[in-house]
């Protein structure tokens, strides 16, 4: 990798392309600062930095491989635009509504009803062909809300009753007055609470 520090991205791509694939490894390690700088600076619900970090080096891979010397752009510029796609590419797909459940989800085998048990084991396994337990079911659900909306603040009733109609954070804060983060932080409290 000695030999690639004098070439410019112009003429890594070149040779890249002419078939030196370890020139591939020197490009992706020389640009992941940038790919970590621009990470950093960004927020995926329901994701770490790791995740952004992961979408930034695909967007980098794709400039590498969609790079044409032939558009007056040099490879940074080109590699820099297409990072920052794909980062906001991932940060939208995590703010629409379809994600919500993968990115909010509360497993039923890690909480545990007022007897320690598993809430898993405490629903019913087919309540459509038995009227008791869907009674129960729906009698045990009021319990779970009403207990919560007890334990919640008021600022924090109107955010989850905002949450459950469909709204993003970003859209709650806007109709409440507030900073995305506060309501990013009663959303982190509420979850805190559900546990």
């Given at each position: 990798m000695?030999?690639y520090?004098?070439?410019?991205?112009e003429e890594?791509?070149?040779r890249?392309r002419g078939?030196?694939?370890k020139?591939?490894?020197?490009?992706?390690?020389?640009?992941?600062?940038?790919?970590?700088g621009?990470?950093?600076a960004?927020?995926?619900?329901?994701?770490?930095?790791?995740?952004?970090i992961?979408?930034g080096?695909i967007g980098?891979?794709?400039?590498?491989?969609?790079?044409?010397?032939d558009r007056?752009s040099s490879?940074f510029?080109?590699?820099?635009?297409c990072i920052?796609?794909?980062?906001?590419?991932?940060?939208?797909?995590?703010?629409?509504?379809?994600?919500v459940p993968l990115n909010?989800?509360?497993s039923f085998?890690s909480?545990?009803d007022e007897?320690g048990?598993?809430l898993?084991?405490?629903?019913?396994t087919d309540?459509?062909?038995d009227p008791?337990?869907?009674?129960?079911?729906?009698?045990?659900?009021?319990?779970?809300?009403?207990?919560?909306?007890?334990?919640l603040?008021?600022?924090?009733?109107?955010?989850l009753d905002q949450?459950l109609?469909?709204?993003h954070?970003?859209?709650?804060?806007?109709?409440?007055?507030?900073?995305?983060?506060?309501?990013d932080n009663?959303l982190?409290?509420?979850r805190?609470?559900i546990?």
């Open positions: 000695e030999g520090q004098n070439l410019s991205d890594l791509i070149a890249l078939g030196d694939k020139i591939m490894d020197y490009i992706m390690d020389k640009y992941k600062p940038l790919v970590l621009k990470a950093n960004m927020f995926l619900i329901g994701g770490d930095t790791d995740d952004l992961q979408e080096m980098l891979f794709k400039a590498i491989r969609d790079y044409r010397e007056e490879f510029h080109f590699a820099e635009l920052t796609r794909q980062l906001y590419h991932a940060v939208e797909a995590s703010n629409r509504k379809k994600h909010t989800y509360i085998y909480q545990q007897e048990r598993p898993a084991e405490t629903l019913p309540a459509s062909n008791e337990q869907l009674v129960i079911s729906q009698e045990t659900m009021q319990r779970f809300w009403t207990d919560l909306r007890g334990r603040s008021s600022m924090e009733r109107e955010v949450y109609a469909g709204f954070y970003r859209q709650i804060a806007e109709r409440m007055g507030k900073s995305p983060k506060a309501i009663a982190g409290r509420i805190a609470k546990r």
